[in-house]
């Protein structure tokens, strides 16, 4: 897409360049710390490489690694050196609650906006209702009638 003249945070390289990955490879699951770093380079968002990018992939945006400077929750690791973007729903550090998940739009350029309309719309879309929440309602009538005392009682019935 090319270079952009305004500063951008490390992290939300990182997340955009895996992001454009994800849209261009919807089959695959996940992609090596490699793979990020080249696409991270072809989309040349800043006129240098910075230093920051290797750690930002290994730790700093990864959601289930123990946190070192930053929170973000941008990336999740699936296996050793293999990320894919973080979803709601995702096991993380609980020392990143709260972190980052998606860049803000006000600190990436407006070219990449629409990725992430992407993320909310295809990617990781919120969640339409709490699956826990809908089981509870599922069964609320399931032991209705029932003595909990009597229950366990017959369960032990044999065993004492």
Partial sequence: MGKVTASIRVADEVWIATALLHREHPEAADFSLQEIAAR?????????????????LSVHCVANRPPT???????????????????????????????????????????YHELVDWYERTWAPAATSDPLLELAARSRGLWKG????????RLREGFE
């Fill in 69 to 111: 400077t930053g929170t973000y929750r941008m990336l999740f690791e699936t296996a050793p050196s293999r990320r894919r973007l973080f979803r709601a729903g995702d096991p993380y550090d609980p020392r990143r609650q709260g972190g980052k998940i998606v860049p803000n739009r006000a600190e990436i350029p407006p070219l």
């Fill in 40 to 56: 991270l380079e072809r989309e040349a968002l800043t006129e240098i490489r910075r230093p920051g990018v290797y750690p930002h």
């Fill in 146 to 153: 029932v003595n909990a005392d009597d229950y366990v009682r």
